[in-house]
DNA sequence: ACACTATGAGTAA
DNA sequence: TACTCCTAGTGTC
């Protein structure tokens, strides 16, 4: 769930909903206790992400960087207006989070990763249950952060401390570009510098957040086939434009992938074919997950082996 | 009840 | 390379 894509989009919904407000802070797990007393009554200033990193400034220095690793997620409730796209990341097959803005209208929220459902009710539940404010929480909530009208409720993150600028700097300094922060040409050009002077095989690179950062195991495999690479190329053998073009590929998947809360990586498809792809996980890559199915392309049987110790999925046909 | 999996990454050996 | 941490959903017995 979590690549480059999500994390910017909950940084943005954190913008619209916290930032400049009070929040209150607590750890209903209780790992986080200490932590969440510190941030408990102060005013978040800002929220942004930088690959797959999120850091949120509260008034005093005292920052949280959270880190959802494999499956950490957010969870959003109450007041979540926003002006993202609405698709449904988890329409299929999790249900989503009833939202009622401030206008008391609902929707269904797409922001984070729902897994729970407040639209039924167990049997014998008071109505006051449903609408109860704060919500219960439900499962192993690390942290919950609290505005009057917007409750985040942030589980099994594989990060999740409160340090000062300094100590955010340091994160930072470690990271590699990420097209939606670092918009010039110099950000290309780090990349493309990276990778031409590195022997190691660009389906290493394009995971190594210090080269670039927010790309996933999905967005890996997926950009790799886009291009037509074969993952065990060294970075050193691309020319100058096949790695510029990797670095621009990213980015406009990773601003498809914010729009849409999705990772689409197959884009320009319209139609029937579009709301397939929405709707199901199957229809929306072109290799990712595809181990043994024929190649969209050429046919041929989709390779998976293990790649520092991830699952690496490519097509021998199409990628060389 | 238990086993296994996942869009991640740090550390030890 | 292997082990570790974190959580929830799915599949198997």
Redesign the pocket.
């Known amino acids: 769930?979590?690549?480059g894509h999500?994390v910017h989009r909950i940084a943005r919904q954190f913008e619209a909903n916290f930032a400049g407000r009070t929040v209150s802070a607590s750890s209903p797990?209780g790992?986080f206790t200490v932590g969440a007393a510190e941030i408990d009554g102060r005013r978040m200033l800002r929220t942004f992400a930088v690959?797959?990193q999120m850091f949120a400034e509260f008034e005093g220095d005292a920052w949280l960087r959270v880190?959802l690793?494999?499956?950490?997620a957010w969870d959003f409730a109450g007041d979540v207006s926003t002006t993202l796209g609405q698709t449904g990341e988890y329409s299929t097959?999790?249900p989503q989070v009833r939202i009622e803005d401030s206008r008391g209208e609902t929707s269904l929220s797409s922001i984070g990763a729902p897994?729970?459902t407040r639209l039924r009710m167990a049997e014998g539940e008071q109505e006051s249950e449903l609408t109860a404010w704060p919500p219960e929480p439900?499962?192993?909530v690390?942290l919950r952060l609290l505005t009057d009208a917007t409750c985040a409720d942030l589980?099994?993150?594989?990060a999740c401390e409160l340090l000062d600028a300094a100590a955010v700097e340091r994160h930072l300094a470690?990271l590699g570009p990420d097209p939606l922060v670092d918009r010039g040409r110099a950000a290309e050009e780090r990349f493309v510098s990276r990778v031409a002077g590195k022997r190691t095989p660009i389906g290493i690179l394009l995971?190594d957040?210090s080269v670039v950062a927010g790309i996933?195991?999905?967005y890996r495999a997926e950009i790799l086939f886009r291009a037509g690479i074969d993952p065990h190329r060294p970075g050193s053998s691309l020319s100058e434009d096949t790695a510029r073009g990797l670095w621009r590929d990213w980015a406009k998947l990773l601003k498809i992938g914010v729009e849409v809360g999705q990772?689409m990586t197959i884009d320009g498809l319209r139609g029937k074919r579009k709301a397939d792809a929405l709707r199901n996980?199957d229809d929306r890559h072109w290799v990712y997950g595809r181990a043994g199915l024929p190649c969209r392309v050429c046919g041929t049987t989709v390779a998976l082996e293990e790649m520092?110790?991830?699952?690496l999925y490519w097509c021998p046909g199409c990628q060389h």
């Open positions: 769930m979590p690549e999500s797990q790992r690959g797959k880190h690793g494999m499956y950490g097959r999790r897994r729970r439900v499962g192993a690390r589980r099994g993150p594989t470690k995971m957040q996933g195991n999905v990772m996980r520092q110790a991830r699952k």
